[in-house]
């Protein structure tokens, strides 16, 4: 991890330096060690507190959608998961793409910190990984006991960018990542309505997960507009709070990428990426497989209609 | 003093329950909030911190007011405030009740909010020291003693026990009411408090200096540069406000029902890009604006008006939560730095 960094730290150096690119879009060091955060660095001596290690969970490319409006070019770092949210934005004509230079860069998997505290560590004063295992403060856990749920299942390659720094060290998925849809698919109708009820009843409606979410990139979402009828800051009652999560699951279908970082913001660790799962899963089986992000031309299956669709009567039956 | 074996703890909830509401931590889907308790909830009284913070009990999200019939020209107006029964709210840790005292130099000020008030009446508060501080804490910096939390009944856990000390006339009530508990001598407790002033010492933010957040300094610490980094990675999203025990705003809307309309007031938050929105115009434009305006009102503009009584208590919720790991420590150190 140590000499991805360095080399990130070169390629960033070497572009502000040149002058193809006025900002990098990385990572910055916290307080704590894990807490680091996305950060806009402006110039080469700015880069002593970039870092790139197992704590960059957060996806990058939604901030591009501002970055690449302002004036000049900007490097960005984009781990595999991260680049399949840029092309779909950039197939969504919402990033320019002419102001972004980007770097692929690889990734193993990136440590969850509320697992890491649950093993009993809150203040990381070193790190090392490998492509199976990390080692934080001494201690070393197997990726699968420390990654982000969204790592976990994660087969995203590293696809098409200006440039990629990779040593060719890939993990591959602990779990198969419709696991869960299906054991949900499985339950009676009263089970499920009783895990979502238990789920969404902790949500505090504090927006992270629309506002993290890369498709989720309207100028004005429905719901802050009070001219809209619907800007619910409060529910009439706890199905409501269901509604939204659903209609947001609904609104991004086809669209979503699993990048998973609604499940990784959620404060209250409601599991939302699985309604997006759900959908992901429908959609290749009545459309046949299909990764939303993958590339930045095609259209999608719910935005393209085609006479060989699905009826709803294949799904339903009858005619 | 009193106390009782934690393997026994579940018959003082119970009998608490029986004759009052209690709200406790409770864990649901793996989030613990602070809930009614009833029969078979999971009680998480160990965990250091809920999610939410205990404010929802005086200040709920979303809470009715009053609602409007009309029946032809005539307007009926109907009071929809709950009236507030006499509760207990168990397992506040230091920092929680603190934000009590913040939230009341809001709220009971003049003009006194009666649905706040009726509610912070009718309650009776079990505090409970924390055994083990974790790193995001940093209530000291706040005059916050977690060892010694108070309220009107103190409680410590020692080994495997519960030890209660009442501190009011409330608080002395609801002990010598419970007939589960027995009495003690309180063995151990001062032990027990002096070992987590020692783990709170050693916590990696209780050395934040905030000599520098004073209104004499309002427009210099406004016009820091520094504002545009620290709030670059901001989403605007509300989860900071949301679970932060001292985030007072609110917002008054109507919902219109088949039955009339109903007005109720809800959480709002300074990082929503419509929370100026004003019939001129929106003064705060930028996520930059908002950020700013929320660690300045606690950090500066709170205790200008407040007799220097900031209106953070250091929880560290907000270093737990923020998606994109933005907090007040990261402010503090920016621009007041450490002692």
Redesign the interface.
Known sequence: MQRLKTAMIEKATALLTSGEVSKVLGWKK???GF??????FTSVDSLVDFTYDAFCG?NLSK?LVEESKKEGKILVFLKPCDSYSFNQLIKEHRIKKENVYTVGIECQGKVDPYKL?ENGI??VTDASETVDTVTVNGKEFKKEEIILGKCLTCTKKLLSYDDVISFNEKREPSLDRFEMVKKLEAMTADERYAFWK??L??C?????C???CPACTCTKCVF?N?NSGI?S????DSFEEKMFHIIRAFHVAGRCTDCGECS??C????PLHLLNRKFISDIDRLYGEYQAGEDTESKGPLTNYTTGDVDPSDVFGGK | MKKIALSNIDLLYKEIAGAQELYLPVK????T?FKKFEDGVEVDIKSLQT??SAKDLFFP??EDMMEFKTSGKSIEVIDARKKAEPFVLFGVRGCDLKSFEVLDKVFLAEPVDTMYQAKREAVTVVTLACNNP???CFCKVFGVDASNPKGDVQATIVSDEMHFEALTEKGEKLLSSLKCLEDCEGKGVEEEKAQIKEKIDAL??VNLDLTNFKGENLMELFNRPEWE?LS??C?????C???CPTCQCF?I?D?Q?NAGV?R?R????CM???FT?MAAENPRKNQMQRYRQRFMHKLCYFPSNNDGEYGCVGCGRC?K?C?????I??VI?KLGGNK
């Not at chain 1, 800051?233 to 009439?236: F, I």
């Not at chain 2, 989403?235 to 989860?239: F, I, N, R, S, V």
């Not at chain 2, 809800?266 to 938050?269: A, E, I, P």
């Open positions: 916290g307080e704590l807490d680091v955060e996305p950060a806009v957060a901030y505290k809150e203040f238990d789920q009843s902790n505090i409606r504090c927006n992270a629309r506002n993290v802050d009070d800007a800051k409060a529910n009439s990784r913001v404060p209250q660790h409601i | 649901v889907a793996g989030a909030n999610v939410k999200q979303s974790e790193t995001s990696p933010f980094e670059k990675a989403l605007g999203c509300g989860t406000t949301f679970v917002d809307r919902f029902t109903k109720f809800c959480w709002d938050s929503y890009s419509e929105k270093v939560k998606p994109q790991s933005l907090n420590v990261k150190k």
